[in-house]
Nanobody
Framework: QVQLVESGGGLVQAGGSLRLSCAAS????????MAWFRQAPGKEREFVAS???????DYSDFGKGRFTISRDNGKNTAYLQMNNLLSEDTAVYYC????????????WGQGTQVTVSS
């Protein structure tokens, strides 16, 4: 069982930056694919970025060039660095993990709110 706890959200002006953290307990993250998702009010949850165990990263179109996903296996923590934030990035951001290479994510955090003011 993996427990995930996000932090680092908050209020930021458009053009600013935030770094979200996802601290894991229960299992080591090094064997899991990690991902970030987000959900804006009235919208479905959408994929933001993922980082596979081998180092491969994938990004949504809106995240390419602005967001960077990383992980520190020693700290058992994943990160999402977000730069040049836009008002449309306002959402609750969720960290997720899966043990298998493909398929759905098994473990989810409780989410952290990111609000970008224009």
């Amino acid at each position: 069982q993996v427990q995930l706890v996000e932090s680092g959200g908050g209020l930021v002006q458009a053009g600013g930056s935030l770094r979200l953290s996802c601290a894991a307990s229960g299992r080591t993250l090094s064997t899991y694919t990690m991902a970030w998702f987000r959900q804006a009010p009235g919208k479905e949850r959408e994929f933001v970025a993922s980082r596979w165990t081998g180092g491969r990263t994938d990004y949504s179109d809106f995240g390419k060039g602005r967001f960077t996903i990383s992980r520190d296996n020693g700290k058992n923590t994943a990160y999402l660095q977000m730069n040049n934030l836009l008002s449309e990035d306002t959402a609750v951001y969720y960290c997720a993990a899966r043990a298998k290479m493909l398929g759905s994510y098994e473990y989810w955090g409780q989410g952290t709110q990111v609000t970008v003011s224009s």
